[in-house]
Structures are given as structure tokens and as C-alpha cells.
């Protein structure tokens, strides 16, 4: 046995997870041994050092196309472009994630278990958070790095459990409104593991079909296998489910606006942009590389998903009176928009997608960084009644919400204009006129709820109770200027991104 | 039919039947113990199909650690001793959508595979996993650490407090 | 087929069913009947069971962690087996691979360690 094949491993291509796991566990270590009030600093500067350096490592690998660690890894252009997109994003969160000056001690609690309302619990409100969120955003910053790259189905589903385990307990940290986090993060993991079940028994499927699990692999049995096809077409069916849920894709999307309702708005933000992009890019793999010979099977099929998705999305958005559920409804719109981009199914399609997925992950990021910003005695007040006339108090806060907004209902000059457009024309091109007709009525749709709070925000008379607009910390003021800044560029400029992103858009098989 | 079929047969039967009873009784604790038969008739089944080390390690995490879990979890709720008659919501929407997707599998699998029959040329014993692990699957291998170590964080985080604070907590004192 | 290497093994499981199945059917017949306290202790099974809420209360959510490093430690010692087998064929880069893995989840003990998770109280 000793003519062992040892696996080529390219370190440089492994480098970003590599280093991004390897603060983590120095995150963890520090959490061992550092006294707990220098913990903060230690931690936050290392984490935000850590997300910079993988940031330096993915753009190194520009240009690099690849398949390494035993086929496991493939380093191509959507997957430099996606992760680094996910660290670009992930470093925002951070900020908000970082910020402590809002709410002595941090948006966190340090104990999720306690029973909410019970007196230890209420002994925890003011004292300092757990600064564990720290190792546990690099852990799930780096499972989507791997998501994105991971080339065979088993790596993928390893990189799905180790970004989806720390999104679970961090939803569980929130501090204030104990009991709505805790219930978030029961369903989200319920759920979520119900959906990993799906994923794996697709897998098993799959392999029966092919009898591998590597995406070239399961390309070239596409062609013929001497198995039955019912096992390839059931084996993708499980597969995507596991991949809509994570996408918050109707009908998996029931847990989106719970969750991100009860989650700590900063992780809520970090959902709503990174998830998406690992979740969409590892998508876009899967159905690109793996199942492309299939794709006249599929389309119809998650057409229908996109289409189903756009109009819950757009609908229940519309009857929402929390500006948190709203924002969560908007998410579960623009995953149907998404999936307009991903069903092109052609190079247009694959760059406007990731396009879009950079685009939206910086608005939503900033429009969940103002709603911390919007506080009363009991934390934030995310009630759309309680936002009436707050564009008096505090004009330039509300004129940045608004564009915010703005950008969410696709005006032109914004970034959700562009990127709308990108994907609609990518459709149309290929022929989905039917999606995209879906799309525009639905984005029309959306845009009254958004508009119905900027409507609130300036038309109306502040009443005695409505709430307060903190002035924000160093990190959190930098998050929004980042994603304010972001939205008007990309739709003022958006041609070097889109020209990156087209460069970029031709996976390796 | 061969011996081998014979035990397919009677482990799946077994397996079924206890999975049925987990979903159906009404004691909590006894829904787990059927889990360990449910999952102990699955290990028959590996070690029939020649996955011996995978059969093994069904034995040793899922019925050795995960219903130990499952059973701890229990018994950190309101560990209902005896039958609860509020277990169950009405059962008829799961059981539509868990029986209608297990038939549509079943019936999947069978229809994909019919009467074609699979070579146990090759055992998989330790030694042929262990050149496969770090061979093919060398970076899954790794991550799986990273996810044991973020599990391991993660329980910290939810159950216990920081040291070095006062500990007021009387021992007898069930719920913290 | 390696299966007939188990038949040992089934007839022990036999053996012991059998013993068992023997034993409890037969006992309330042949032996003797003398109830005290001690027959109502839990039988051979070390020290005395932790004071326990009766009815409606719970478990201190400790035992949870214990779980946990359970759990994760056995999976842990799980790929020791198809490691240490296949030893000599993977050699130097198998021995680093596995120190790696044993590293990390080392991490999370060290961590749990200085926590207080490995305390009872």
C-alpha cells in the first residue's frame, strides 16, 4: 500500500480559508487565556485583521484557474469574485457586529440559554456580550469561502455545516427581546438541519446516479449512465431545496422572516448578504458546472421557484407593519430576482447574478445598520408606526434610509437599478421573457411598502413617543458610509464592477 | 434469495417498524429508545452491505452518542416521565408530507434500480476508508474539525456562564 | 465476503439474549421473596444517583455539555481507526493531517477548559 496518490495541494488557493480558520482558532484560544475585559479589542482587531488578510489572499489568486486538495477546490473566477465578495461584505457586518458603543456591552448577551425574562437573564442585558461572535463570524465567513469554491458535493456539505452552525447560535444572542432570538434560532436550526437532510439525501442520489460526487463528474455521467435518471433529476430536486432554503427561496422560505426578525440586527445583515451570496454561488455551481446538460429539465421547474418567490416576496411585504419582517420579505423578493439572473443560464446571466448579489449584499447591509441605529428604552424600535416623522428629527439619518429604500424599489441612479437591469437583460436575452415579466410587475409591487415608509418618515407629524436616532459609532458610521457609498456608485458607475465581474464569469470544470 | 437478502429484508422490516414507533408512542424516552433500535437495525444493514467501519460508526456516534444526547435533551425539558398527551399536534399534515415523500423515494429507488444487482467485491474496512479519507477527501477531513471545534464553542455559548463570576446558583436548584 | 467473520459474534448476542431472556423469566419462580431497602437501590450502578427533581423539574443544563464533549470526542476517536490502520501507508503526510485535526478539536478542549466547562460546579 505504500504507492499511496498523496493530493496536490495548492496552499495559495487554500490560503483565504486557511487563514480565516486559522484566526478563529486563535480568536477561540484568546477567548481561553486573554482576561476578559481585553477581550474585546483583541478579538475585533483580530477579526477584522483576519477578513482583511483572506481579502489579500483571494486577490492574489486572480486570474488562477484550478482544481486542488484532491479535487476538492476549484479556484476560478466566480469563485475568487464570490469570496471576494463574501470577505468585502463580511467585513461591513463586522463593523456592526464590532460596535459597542449604541448598547453598553454590544448587541449581544453572553448566555443564550437562559430562560428569557428569568432573573439571570435579566442580570445579562447589562452586562458585556460574548465576544465568542467574533471566531464565530470567522468560522462562517470562512464556510462560505469554502461553499463557493468547493468543487465535489461533500466538501460542499461540510462548508454548509460549518457557516450555518455559528449563524444558529448567533441568532440566539440578541440582547434585548430575548425570547423572539431564542425562538429565531430554535426554527432556524430546525429547519435548517431538516433542509441539510435534504441536501445530503440528494447527494446519496446523486452519487447513485454517477457514482461520484465531483461536479466533472456528474457532468460527464449527464451524458449516460446506466442508471435510471430519475435518481439524477430527484437527486438535484433534494439538492436545491437544501440550496433554496439557505437562499430563503419560496416555499423554503418560511424561516426567513422570523429569523430575521429575532436574530441580532447585525447578524440579521450578515444573513441577508453573505448567506445569499454563499448560498447563490454555490448555486450557481451546482447547476453550471454539475447539472448544465440538464438544464432544459430543470428551468421550468425553478422558474416556476423564482416566480413563486418574486410574488411571496413582494405580496407579504406589502402587509408588513415591521420594518425588520419588511426587510426580510424584501430578501425573499430579491432571491427571486436572483434566481431570474441564475436561470439565464448563460455568461450574462452568471456575471449580472454575482453583480447583483454584491450590489444588493451592501444595501441590505446598510439598511440593517440603520435600523440599530433607531432606538427607545427597550432597544430598537423596528415598529413601522414608531418610524412616523422621523425625517424632521433627524433629516440627514432618514435621507440616507430613504436612498437606502430607493435602492431597494430599482430607481435608476442607484444600485438596485443597475443590477435589476443587468439580470432582467441577461433573461431576455436568453429568452425568460416570462420571468422577467414577472419581475418587473413584482418590482412594482415591492415598491409600494418601501415607499410607504419613506412617505412615514417625511410626511408625517413626530409623534411624543417616536423613538430616537443614536448617533452611531466609528465602526457602525463607517459600515453605512461603506454601503451607502457602495449603492451610489455601483449605480452611477457600475461599469468596472460589471466589466470585473463579466472578466470573471467562466467557471473551471 | 440468499442469506443476505434474508437480512436486508428482516433489518428493514426492523428499522421501519421502530421508526414507526418513534413517531407514534407517546412516551418521549420510549420514542428514543426505539431510535436506538431504528438505528441499530440501519448498523445491520451497513455491516450486510459490507460498510463495516460505517456500521460500526453508526454503533458508536448514533446509538452510542446521539440518543445519549437526544436522551440528555429530554431531560433538560420538563422530562416527562409517562405518557404526554400534548406531544402531537394533529398528525395529519406531517404524515402526508413525511409518508408522501418517503413512498415517492422509495418508490424512486426501487423504479431506479429495479432488479440490478451490486458487487460486495470490495469490504469497506478501516483500512480501505482511511487511504480514501486522506487521499480524495483530505479538506472535508480537515473542515470537519473546524466543525467540531465551532459545535464545541457553541455549546459553550449557550449553557454556560463565564467563570470567575460569583456562582450563586444553589446545586439543587433545577433550571439556571 | 467478510459476514461469516461476525457469526461469532451473532451467537454471543444469541448467547446473551437467551441469558437474559432465561434469567428474567425464571427468577420470580425459583427465588426467594425478602423485600427491604436495599433491593430498592439502583442495582450495582456505582455511587449514589445525583439528587434529582422529582416530577416536572429539570436537569441542570450541564449535563448538556457533558453530551456535547462526549459526542465530539467519540467522533473524533471515530477517524483514529481508519487513520491508525492505514498508518504506514500514508505516512508523514497522514501523521500531520491527523495532528492537525487532533489540533484543532484541542483548541475547543483548551478553550472549554479555561471556560469551567470540565467543572461540575
Given amino acids: 500500500m505504500s504507492d499511496l496518490q498523496l493530493p496536490h495541494i495548492n496552499y495559495a488557493a487554500l490560503a483565504p480559508m486557511l487563514i480565516l480558520f486559522g484566526a478563529a482558532c486563535a480568536g477561540i484560544l484568546i477567548e481561553a487565556f486573554v482576561p476578559r475585559e481585553r477581550r474585546y479589542p483583541v478579538q475585533l482587531g483580530l477579526s477584522l485583521a483576519g477578513v482583511v488578510a483572506a481579502g489579500v489572499a483571494v486577490i492574489t489568486q486572480a486570474g488562477t484557474r484550478t482544481i486542488t486538495a484532491g479535487g476538492a477546490i476549484a479556484v476560478d473566477g466566480p469563485t475568487v469574485f464570490l469570496q471576494g465578495a463574501i470577505l468585502a461584505l463580511g467585513l461591513v457586518a463586522l463593523l456592526f457586529v464590532g460596535e459597542r458603543s449604541l448598547e453598553a456591552g454590544g448587541p449581544f448577551v453572553a448566555q443564550a440559554a437562559l430562560i428569557a425574562g428569568s432573573e439571570p437573564d435579566r442580570r445579562q442585558v447589562v452586562r458585556p456580550g460574548a465576544t465568542e461572535v467574533y471566531p464565530l463570524m470567522l468560522f462562517?465567513?470562512?464556510?462560505?469561502?469554502?461553499?463557493?469554491?468547493?468543487?465535489?458535493?461533500?466538501?460542499?456539505?461540510?462548508?454548509?455545516?460549518?457557516?450555518?452552525?455559528?449563524?444558529?447560535?448567533?441568532?440566539?444572542?440578541?440582547?434585548?427581546?430575548?425570547?423572539?432570538?431564542?425562538?429565531?434560532?430554535?426554527?432556524?436550526?430546525?429547519?435548517?438541519?431538516?433542509?441539510?437532510?435534504?441536501?445530503?439525501?440528494?447527494?446519496?442520489?446523486?452519487?447513485?446516479?454517477?457514482g461520484r460526487v465531483d461536479f466533472a463528474g456528474i457532468h460527464a455521467a449527464a451524458l449516460g449512465s446506466d442508471r435510471s435518471n430519475a435518481l439524477l433529476y430527484g437527486g438535484l430536486a433534494l439538492l436545491s431545496i437544501g440550496l433554496l432554503f439557505k437562499a430563503a427561496a419560496a416555499p423554503f422560505h418560511v424561516w426567513t422572516p422570523d429569523v430575521y426578525q429575532g436574530a441580532p440586527t447585525p447578524v440579521t445583515g450578515f444573513m441577508a448578504a453573505c448567506t445569499k451570496v454563499a448560498a447563490f454561488g454555490a448555486l450557481l455551481r451546482v447547476l453550471y458546472v454539475a447539472f448544465d446538460r440538464v438544464s432544459w429539465d430543470y428551468r421550468p421547474v425553478l422558474g416556476v421557484v423564482a416566480i413563486l418567490t418574486m410574488l411571496v416576496g413582494a405580496v407579504f411585504a406589502v402587509t408588513q407593519t415591521d420594518l425588520k419582517r419588511l426587510l426580510a420579505y424584501s430578501s425573499i423578493a430579491n432571491a427571486g430576482y436572483l434566481l431570474v439572473g441564475v436561470l439565464a443560464m448563460s455568461k450574462d446571466g452568471l456575471s449580472s447574478s454575482m453583480f447583483y448579489l454584491v450590489a444588493y449584499g451592501f444595501t441590505v447591509l446598510a439598511a440593517f445598520g440603520t435600523l440599530?441605529?433607531?432606538?427607545?428604552?427597550d432597544g430598537e424600535a423596528n415598529h413601522l408606526s414608531r418610524w412616523a416623522g422621523l425625517g424632521r428629527r433627524s433629516p440627514v439619518f432618514a435621507a440616507a434610509f430613504t436612498f437606502l429604500l430607493l435602492a431597494f424599489a430599482g430607481i435608476p441612479l442607484t444600485s438596485g437599478f443597475t443590477s435589476k437591469f443587468a439580470v432582467f437583460a441577461a433573461a431576455l436575452d436568453d429568452g425568460q421573457t416570462w420571468l422577467v415579466v414577472a419581475g418587473v410587475i413584482t418590482s412594482m409591487v415591492l415598491a409600494f411598502p418601501y415607499l410607504r415608509v419613506v412617505v412615514m418618515m417625511w410626511l408625517s407629524e413626530p409623534a411624543e413617543s417616536t423613538p430616537t436616532v443614536s448617533i452611531p459609532g466609528v465602526l457602525t458610521s463607517t459600515g453605512l458610509a461603506i454601503g451607502v457609498a457602495a449603492t451610489l456608485v455601483l449605480g452611477l458607475v457600475p461599469a468596472p464592477l460589471l466589466d470585473l465581474s463579466t472578466k470573471a464569469a467562466e467557471f473551471v470544470r | 434469495m440468499t442469506v443476505s437478502d434474508v437480512l436486508l429484508l428482516g433489518l428493514g422490516a426492523v428499522a421501519v417498524g421502530a421508526a414507526l414507533l418513534v413517531v407514534t408512542t407517546r412516551h418521549l424516552v420510549r420514542a428514543g429508545l426505539y431510535l436506538v433500535v431504528a438505528l441499530g437495525a440501519v448498523a445491520g444493514i451497513y455491516l450486510v452491505l459490507a460498510a463495516e467501519l460505517v456500521a460500526w460508526v453508526q454503533v458508536l456516534i448514533y446509538v452510542g452518542a446521539v440518543v445519549v444526547l437526544l436522551l440528555f435533551a429530554v431531560m433538560l425539558t420538563r422530562a416527562p416521565i409517562g405518557p404526554s398527551e400534548d406531544l402531537d399536534r394533529p398528525g395529519w399534515p406531517a404524515l402526508l408530507v413525511g409518508g408522501g415523500s418517503g413512498l415517492g423515494l422509495a418508490a424512486l429507488l426501487v423504479d431506479a434500480y429495479r432488479w440490478s444487482t451490486v458487487d460486495r467485491d470490495q469490504v469497506g474496512d478501516a483500512q480501505r476508508l482511511g487511504t480514501e479519507i486522506f487521499r480524495s477527501w483530505v479538506l472535508p477531513f480537515e473542515v470537519l474539525s473546524v466543525l467540531l471545534l465551532a459545535a464545541l464553542v457553541g455549546a459553550i455559548v449557550v449553557s454556560r456562564p463565564e467563570v470567575g463570576r460569583a456562582r450563586p446558583r444553589p446545586p439543587d436548584r433545577g433550571e439556571r | 465476503m467478510s459476514l461469516s467473520a461476525y457469526v461469532p459474534i451473532l451467537g454471543l448476542f444469541a448467547l446473551a439474549a437467551a441469558f437474559a431472556l432465561f434469567s428474567v423469566t425464571v427468577a420470580p419462580f425459583v427465588g426467594p421473596r425478602r423485600y427491604n431497602r436495599a433491593k430498592l437501590e439502583a442495582y450495582e450502578c456505582g455511587i449514589e444517583p445525583t439528587p434529582q427533581p422529582i416530577g416536572g423539574g429539570r436537569f441542570p443544563?450541564?449535563?448538556?455539555?457533558?453530551?456535547?464533549?462526549?459526542?465530539?470526542?467519540?467522533?473524533?476517536?471515530?477517524?483514529?481507526?481508519?487513520?491508525?490502520?492505514?498508518?504506514?501507508?500514508?505516512?508523514?503526510?497522514?501523521?500531520?493531517?491527523?495532528?492537525?485535526?487532533?489540533?484543532?478539536?484541542?483548541?475547543?478542549?483548551?478553550?472549554?477548559?479555561?471556560?469551567?466547562?470540565?467543572?461540575?460546579?
Fill in chain 3, 61 to 121: 443544563v450541564k449535563f448538556y455539555l457533558t453530551a456535547m464533549l462526549f459526542i465530539v470526542f467519540d467522533i473524533e476517536i471515530i477517524f483514529l481507526y481508519p487513520w491508525a490502520v492505514s498508518f504506514d501507508a500514508l505516512g508523514a503526510f497522514g501523521f500531520v493531517e491527523m495532528l492537525l485535526f487532533i489540533g484543532t478539536v484541542f483548541v475547543a478542549y483548551t478553550y472549554i477548559w479555561r471556560r469551567g466547562g470540565l467543572d461540575w460546579d
Fill in chain 1, 140 to 210: 462562517a465567513i470562512g464556510g462560505m469561502e469554502l461553499f463557493v469554491a468547493a468543487n465535489d458535493l461533500l466538501t460542499m456539505f461540510v462548508a454548509l455545516e460549518v457557516f450555518s452552525l455559528p449563524l444558529y447560535l448567533m441568532c440566539a444572542l440578541a440582547r434585548r427581546r430575548r425570547l423572539l432570538s431564542q425562538e429565531a434560532a430554535l426554527k432556524y436550526f430546525l429547519l435548517g438541519s431538516y433542509s441539510s437532510g435534504f441536501f445530503l439525501f440528494g447527494i446519496a442520489l446523486i452519487y447513485g446516479f454517477a
Fill in chain 1, 372 to 377: 440599530t441605529l433607531v432606538r427607545d428604552a
